[in-house]
Structure formats: structure tokens, C-alpha cells
């Protein structure tokens, strides 16, 4: 496999700080806006655009935490038994803008089972659906409303995400291809 350099801390630093800025103004309410990261990095993600926002706006943020694994559609055919992972998700999430937050999308069936997942919570008035890679290939149609990069990939590629708090290692994006 072929190992390329997508983005380099800096780069994931500048693309989260631009972001976050936009989501910002772009937000209607910040006292009816929450954050929720979809297990395992865009909870990371999503914490880092909570710190970013809080900066700006001077306000606390509601965030939560989101596993899908009971939602995903591929799970009798998967061959290996999942992890479950925490769901946490501590307020009331009727009638508030959620910005739900993953690493990457690729065919739009995590998303699908995100979205699945956070509306047995409640029904907010939107949602908005950021990510850190878009590497396309979508089976569903589903877009990312704010998106940090985006990169043709072919559908045996991998991309991983490696963030510091998580691999205990600098913040970085690879492509894997053959």
C-alpha cells in the first residue's frame, strides 16, 4: 500500500479554526445550539470547534457524544462483532441546531445511521453535519454542510484520521491506496 500525506497539523489546525468560525456566524442562536461528535474522532473534532466557539462567542456550549453502532446497516453482514462505544447526550435536544461532527464521509451510511442515531433523541429544529475529509463516493445523498477537505479517492482507498488526544501522536491525514 501507498502512504500519502493528506494534511499535516497545521493544516487540520487552520482548516478547524476556519471552520469553526464560520459555523459561528453562521449560527441563529448560540443559547439553542449543541455539538455532537459522532465516536471516536469526530468527537475530538467536534470538541476542538466547542472550545473554538466558545471562544468566540463567550458562552458555554452544549456538546454530546454519539457511538451509531446499533444503526449502522452493515452490521449482520460485517463478520466481526463491533465495539459499542459511549453515547452521551445530557440536554434536551428538541427544537436546538445540533452540528453533528465526524472525521470523514465516504458513501454516507455512517452519516445516515448518525442521523438515525441522535433523532431517538429528540427532534431538533436542523441539523447541520460537518467533517474533517470528504473523500466521495457517496451510495446516499447525503453533503456535508461545512467541509474541511475534500480528496478523490477510489473505493479500496483508505483514509485515517490521526488526531493527537486519540493515537498519541501528531495531529495528521493519510491516504492508503494500492
Not at 11 to 38: H, L, T, Y
Not at 70 to 85: E, M, Q, S, W, Y
Amino acid at each position: 500500500m501507498n502512504e500519502k500525506l493528506i494534511l499535516d497539523a497545521a493544516e487540520i489546525r487552520k482548516i478547524i479554526d476556519g471552520i469553526s468560525e464560520q459555523i459561528f456566524s453562521d449560527i441563529p442562536d448560540i443559547d439553542n445550539f449543541a455539538i455532537v461528535g459522532v465516536q471516536t474522532r469526530g468527537v475530538e473534532i467536534g470538541n476542538r470547534v466547542r472550545r473554538n466557539i466558545e471562544r468566540l462567542s463567550g458562552k458555554s456550549i452544549k456538546s454530546g457524544i454519539l457511538d451509531i453502532t446499533f444503526h449502522r446497516d452493515d452490521l449482520a453482514t460485517r463478520g466481526v462483532l463491533p465495539i459499542i462505544k459511549e453515547t452521551r447526550i445530557e440536554f434536551d435536544i428538541d427544537k436546538l441546531t445540533i452540528l453533528l461532527v465526524d472525521d470523514v464521509i465516504f458513501t454516507g451510511r455512517t452519516t445516515k445511521a448518525a442521523l438515525e442515531s441522535l433523532t431517538t433523541f429528540g427532534r431538533p429544529s436542523s441539523i447541520k453535519f460537518m467533517v474533517l475529509i470528504d473523500r466521495g463516493n457517496r451510495e446516499l445523498p447525503i453533503q456535508p454542510d461545512y467541509c474541511g477537505h475534500s480528496v478523490k479517492t477510489k473505493i479500496r482507498d483508505k483514509v485515517k484520521v490521526k488526531l493527537a488526544e486519540i493515537d498519541n501522536m501528531e495531529d495528521s491525514v493519510y491516504i492508503y491506496s494500492e
